[in-house]
């Protein structure tokens, strides 16, 4: 069914071509529709937080879950423990299996290898079931599983305090790529405690068996924290997060939290490194390597001012495009007068992006009509500019985590929900459930 709708989106031009926002009035004729295919629930809570495509079309889903039952009923072990769920390319699910031991488990990104098997990042408490060592508090768990969800092996790497990994890459050279942050003050003398603060941007090169190349930490003298990376043309490696350091590593800070860019070489030695923040929090969620050589970075802010963009709400999302020596090229917030919050992106085959996250949007072009959180799913144009949006909403909270492109040109979001109606009707089970979109035509 086709929807007839106007969409404002403010248009700013600032002194310098470097920056834009983009105002324009337009009635939209698309008729494709965000739906929901499937929600999987247990009676405790169960969290998604990737999705990814795979090599035979379908697409799969890592998480984690408190549930027994449900969709989690084959699960073993009380507590926090990592699922995996395969999906045909129309959503019907083909196997889950879980990973864990008795303690606090939690897994955060897969890939896919060449052979079909899959590798699965987190970090983990347990030195028991599967989890075989474990170095005091969380310690970065590496999982690799077959295309059935069998567990081949795992490698923890860890020091006495909280070791988080978020984002997995594999990497030209056959091997692998893992990032997230280290405790400082607990690694075993990996760090200098008169240097650096409570966590770092921490990195680890592995081979495909998940020995150790090498690893590397950047930071200042206080929080610092990566959450994705991706592979550069060069052989080298990209991270982003947030930072609230202005020293050592870090050359400038502007107020709390600020989004922060490191560019290393294949070796693991800092090449360069970008801030981008006003007074308030700015941190980056993702980045995408651009089919044109650059680079785009997800991140969200309240900063009232960041040079060249203006606030739109109470929190904004922001992408910020770099050319490959990380020079800026442009920056574009996106929101409405309440509270927006981007948590993934993807550049399809046309240039343009695809982001996910939740909104309130109580009184804007994009209203949701409710003081809750609504899943929105945005489309833009190569160059940032907001193209079309779409909502799934309940009365409760509804949080878009993760998406994914499929073979057959479909994307898929993925997210959480505590509602039972609106577009999540269900049988309640009055606690967070995990819900399984579609876009396509």
Same mark, same amino acid.
């Given at each position: 069914m086709i929807r007839f709708f106007i969409l404002i989106i403010f248009f700013f031009f600032s002194c310098t071509p470097e920056y834009s926002e983009i105002v324009f009035i337009k009635a939209d004729l698309d008729s494709r529709s965000l739906k929901i295919i499937d929600i999987i629930s247990g009676s405790d809570e169960d969290l998604v937080k990737k999705v990814i495509s795979t090599q035979d079309g379908g697409f799969i889903i890592i998480g984690n879950s408190k549930s027994i039952d449900g969709h989690f009923k084959l699960k073993k072990r009380l507590g926090n423990d990592i699922f995996v769920t395969k999906f045909t390319t129309t959503g019907q699910i083909q196997w889950t299996n879980f990973y864990g031991g008795s303690d606090d488990d939690v897994g955060n990104d897969i890939i896919e290898s060449s052979d079909g098997s899959f590798y699965i990042i987190g970090y983990s408490k347990s030195k028991d079931g599967d989890a075989s060592v474990n170095n005091g508090q969380h310690d970065n768990w590496l999982l690799k599983i077959d295309s059935s969800g069998n567990l081949l092996w795992e490698?923890?790497?860890?020091?006495?305090?909280?070791?988080?990994?978020?984002? !997995? %890459?594999?990497?030209?050279? *056959? $091997?692998?790529?893992?990032? *997230? /942050? %280290?405790? !400082? =003050?607990? &690694?075993?003398?990996?760090?200098?405690?008169?240097?650096?603060?409570?966590?770092? /941007?921490? +990195?680890?090169? @592995?081979?495909?068996?998940?020995?150790?190349?090498?690893?590397?930490?950047?930071?200042?003298?206080?929080?610092d924290r990566s959450y994705d990376a991706k592979e550069t043309s060069d052989g080298g490696y990209i991270l982003v997060g947030a930072s609230e350091s202005n020293d050592f590593d870090i050359s400038k800070n502007s107020g709390s939290y600020d989004i922060w860019v490191v560019k290393l070489s294949k070796l693991g030695d800092l090449e360069w490194e970008k801030s981008y923040g006003g007074t308030g929090i700015d941190k980056a969620v993702a980045i995408v390597n651009n089919i044109e050589n650059s680079y785009t970075i997800l991140g969200n802010t309240n900063s009232q001012y960041i040079k060249g963009t203006i606030s739109k709400g109470m929190n904004d999302f922001i992408m910020i495009k770099l050319d490959s020596e990380g020079n800026t090229i442009s920056k574009i917030r996106h929101g409405s007068s309440d509270f927006d919050f981007a948590k993934d992106i993807i550049q399809t085959s046309d240039g343009s992006y695809f982001i996910t996250g939740y909104s309130k949007n109580p009184n804007n072009l994009l209203d949701t009509g409710l003081d809750k959180n609504a899943v929105f799913l945005t489309q833009t144009q190569q160059n940032g500019i907001h193209e079309k949006s779409w909502f799934i909403k309940g009365s409760e909270n509804d949080l878009g985590i993760s %998406? +994914?492109? @499929?073979?057959?040109? &479909? @994307?898929? #979001?993925?997210? #959480? =929900?505590?509602?039972?109606? $609106?577009?999540?009707?269900?049988?309640?089970?009055? &606690? #967070?459930? !995990? /819900?399984?979109?579609?876009l396509k035509e």
């Amino acid at each position: 069914m086709i929807r007839f709708f106007i969409l404002i989106i403010f248009f700013f031009f600032s002194c310098t071509p470097e920056y834009s926002e983009i105002v324009f009035i337009k009635a939209d004729l698309d008729s494709r529709s965000l739906k929901i295919i499937d929600i999987i629930s247990g009676s405790d809570e169960d969290l998604v937080k990737k999705v990814i495509s795979t090599q035979d079309g379908g697409f799969i889903i890592i998480g984690n879950s408190k549930s027994i039952d449900g969709h989690f009923k084959l699960k073993k072990r009380l507590g926090n423990d990592i699922f995996v769920t395969k999906f045909t390319t129309t959503g019907q699910i083909q196997w889950t299996n879980f990973y864990g031991g008795s303690d606090d488990d939690v897994g955060n990104d897969i890939i896919e290898s060449s052979d079909g098997s899959f590798y699965i990042i987190g970090y983990s408490k347990s030195k028991d079931g599967d989890a075989s060592v474990n170095n005091g508090q969380h310690d970065n768990w590496l999982l690799k599983i077959d295309s059935s969800g069998n567990l081949l092996w795992e490698r923890s790497y860890g020091f006495a305090g909280h070791d988080h990994a978020y984002n !997995i %890459l594999a990497t030209k050279d *056959g $091997g692998l790529f893992f990032n *997230g /942050f %280290l405790d !400082i =003050t607990a &690694s075993d003398g990996q760090g200098k405690y008169s240097r650096h603060g409570v966590g770092e /941007f921490w +990195c680890h090169k @592995i081979d495909k068996e998940g020995n150790i190349i090498w690893r590397n930490y950047f930071g200042g003298s206080n929080n610092d924290r990566s959450y994705d990376a991706k592979e550069t043309s060069d052989g080298g490696y990209i991270l982003v997060g947030a930072s609230e350091s202005n020293d050592f590593d870090i050359s400038k800070n502007s107020g709390s939290y600020d989004i922060w860019v490191v560019k290393l070489s294949k070796l693991g030695d800092l090449e360069w490194e970008k801030s981008y923040g006003g007074t308030g929090i700015d941190k980056a969620v993702a980045i995408v390597n651009n089919i044109e050589n650059s680079y785009t970075i997800l991140g969200n802010t309240n900063s009232q001012y960041i040079k060249g963009t203006i606030s739109k709400g109470m929190n904004d999302f922001i992408m910020i495009k770099l050319d490959s020596e990380g020079n800026t090229i442009s920056k574009i917030r996106h929101g409405s007068s309440d509270f927006d919050f981007a948590k993934d992106i993807i550049q399809t085959s046309d240039g343009s992006y695809f982001i996910t996250g939740y909104s309130k949007n109580p009184n804007n072009l994009l209203d949701t009509g409710l003081d809750k959180n609504a899943v929105f799913l945005t489309q833009t144009q190569q160059n940032g500019i907001h193209e079309k949006s779409w909502f799934i909403k309940g009365s409760e909270n509804d949080l878009g985590i993760s %998406l +994914c492109q @499929i073979k057959n040109g &479909s @994307i898929i #979001t993925v997210g #959480t =929900t505590e509602s039972s109606d $609106g577009d999540f009707q269900r049988i309640n089970s009055k &606690s #967070t459930d !995990i /819900f399984i979109a579609i876009l396509k035509e």
